[in-house]
């Protein structure tokens, strides 16, 4: 006959992980999820997460051996968890004004599914703890501290750490839009031009090392930006309407990166602090300052 698992840790196990789970499910700089249907999707494989962290322990004390092996399984599922959101966004991305981008897209997905994995970290510390000291309050709180540290990991950098973002000077050369020198785009319509004057705004990015200055070199880094501001500020175009597009190009002499954006709300401190705020991506990041002399860089 089957030995009855300890159910009260199992209980508290679940429960703290769904707790985290729903702290992590929030709107957000991505913009997403937003309707009750991805609420219900993410919560449900986030409860699911829950169980299988809380179940291991007190399975392997049963000397239920099979259990563990279903954490093969649950990794499995996390990783079609990933390949769901690359897929949905990737979509969507189609039809956006001003678009995330693949490597904005990549990172939001393994995001998804680096917070079950937190999740499951959660549940089985607190039925761990649960199951050993026979103390719930305790249990909880351990569970908690994993929460904690798992929302600090997952946070990871933004664009003000490695930046100073100020202000910028826009100009036209002519027809051509023009931030401290650096040529963005040729605008041929003269209402376009004028439009640029009455409601462009400027950023410069001065990067603090080498590291910060190849990794805002990546286009797709600068694409989360500009996607970020139109997401957050409002954005002043339409379909058709290239000319009024934000976007962001860099200074081949020094490294910086310019932007320029004619938002909804033309105001340059909120766009200030939207660049500062833009996460930076995985695929984005470069350290050619951890490369020393004489040794090759990894492939």
Same mark, same amino acid.
């Given at each position: 006959?089957?030995?009855? &698992?300890?159910?009260?840790?199992?209980? &508290?196990?679940?429960?703290?992980?769904?707790?985290?789970?729903?702290?992590? +499910?929030?709107?957000?700089?991505?913009?997403?999820?937003?309707?009750?249907?991805?609420?219900?999707?993410?919560?449900?494989?986030? *409860?699911?997460?829950? =169980?299988?962290?809380?179940?291991?322990?007190?399975?392997?004390?049963?000397?239920?051996?099979?259990?563990?092996? =279903?954490? *093969?399984?649950?990794?499995?599922?996390?990783?079609?968890?990933?390949?769901?959101?690359?897929?949905?966004?990737?979509?969507?991305?189609?039809?956006?004004?001003?678009?995330?981008?693949?490597?904005?897209?990549?990172?939001? %997905?393994?995001? =998804?599914? %680096?917070? @079950?994995?937190?999740?499951?970290?959660?549940?089985?510390?607190?039925?761990?703890?649960?199951? =050993?000291?026979?103390?719930?309050?305790?249990?909880?709180?351990?569970?908690?501290?994993?929460?904690?540290?798992?929302?600090?990991?997952?946070?990871?950098?933004?664009?003000?750490?490695?930046?100073?973002?100020?202000?910028?000077?826009? !100009?036209? @050369?002519?027809? +051509? &839009?023009?931030?401290?020198?650096?040529?963005?785009?040729?605008?041929?319509?003269?209402?376009?031009? !004028?439009?640029?004057? !009455?409601?462009?705004? %400027?950023?410069?990015?001065?990067?603090?090392?080498? @590291?910060?200055?190849?990794?805002?070199?990546?286009?797709?880094?600068?694409?989360?930006?500009?996607?970020?501001?139109?997401?957050? +500020?409002?954005?002043?175009?339409?379909?058709?309407?290239?000319?009024?597009?934000?976007?962001?190009?860099?200074?081949?002499?020094?490294? @910086? *990166?310019?932007?320029?954006?004619?938002?909804?709300?033309?105001?340059?401190?909120?766009?200030?602090? *939207?660049?500062?705020?833009?996460? +930076?991506? !995985? %695929?984005?990041?470069?350290?050619?300052?951890?490369?020393?002399?004489?040794?090759?860089?990894?492939?």
């Amino acid at each position: 006959m089957v030995p009855e &698992l300890p159910w009260m840790a199992v209980f &508290l196990g679940v429960v703290a992980g769904t707790v985290a789970r729903l702290m992590l +499910l929030r709107v957000d700089y991505r913009q997403y999820p937003t309707y009750p249907e991805a609420y219900l999707s993410h919560l449900a494989i986030g *409860v699911l997460a829950a =169980f299988t962290g809380a179940a291991v322990l007190p399975a392997l004390q049963e000397h239920q051996w099979t259990a563990a092996t =279903f954490l *093969v399984l649950v990794g499995q599922q996390f990783t079609g968890v990933r390949d769901m959101e690359r897929r949905y966004l990737s979509r969507i991305d189609r039809v956006e004004l001003v678009p995330r981008g693949p490597a904005y897209i990549e990172g939001m %997905a393994r995001a =998804f599914e %680096a917070r @079950n994995y937190v999740v499951m970290a959660v549940a089985l510390l607190t039925s761990g703890v649960a199951l =050993f000291s026979h103390n719930p309050l305790l249990a909880l709180l351990g569970g908690a501290a994993v929460g904690v540290l798992g929302f600090v990991v997952m946070r990871g950098k933004t664009v003000g750490d490695i930046a100073r973002v100020r202000p910028g000077r826009l !100009e036209f @050369n002519g027809s +051509l &839009l023009e931030i401290e020198g650096v040529v963005l785009m040729d605008v041929g319509l003269r209402d376009a031009r !004028e439009k640029w004057r !009455e409601r462009g705004l %400027a950023v410069v990015l001065e990067p603090i090392d080498e @590291n910060a200055r190849d990794t805002l070199a990546s286009p797709g880094q600068r694409q989360a930006m500009v996607h970020d501001a139109a997401a957050i +500020l409002g954005v002043y175009i339409d379909v058709d309407t290239p000319e009024l597009t934000p976007l962001a190009r860099r200074d081949l002499r020094s490294g @910086n *990166v310019v932007l320029a954006a004619m938002l909804m709300e033309p105001d340059i401190g909120p766009l200030l602090e *939207v660049v500062k705020r833009t996460p +930076l991506l !995985e %695929a984005s990041v470069r350290r050619p300052n951890s490369v020393r002399p004489g040794r090759r860089a990894a492939d």
